[in-house]
């Protein structure tokens, strides 16, 4: 039976007829799953955030620990922990992200802490233009 179908159709194999041809456009529909993914990139975003600023806050908890132990002056034990961690940061990302990682959370704990005396401790008389400690 083949070959007789291959005789009347000159030796070609007939077509098969396609019973659903979609139409194409050029508008491109707004997917429901593109949106779905975006909010779930920033969904996934929040929930690292809050799980870095929980450990990051545990880890505090046992350098404060660790501080009321240790036999150095408070100050200078605080210190070699920022130092050690601004280098590692340093050498672990770029230096413009580490310049303005440095920068805005420094202004950001000062801004922090002037809000927090000034509330608790209005004696100190703040300057509210630049949120120092006068």
Known sequence: MKNQELLTTGGKMPKAKRLNKKKTSNVIPIKKDV?????????IEEQERERTNKFARKLCDEIDDYVTECKMDADMTYFHFLFHLKQRTIHRVSYNLFKYADKSSTDEVTENMAK?????????????SNTTIQ
Do not use: F, V
């Open 116 to 128: 927090y005396l000034k509330e608790n401790l209005p004696e100190l008389k703040l300057d509210a």
């Open 35 to 43: 949106l779905e993914k975006e909010d779930q990139l920033i969904s």
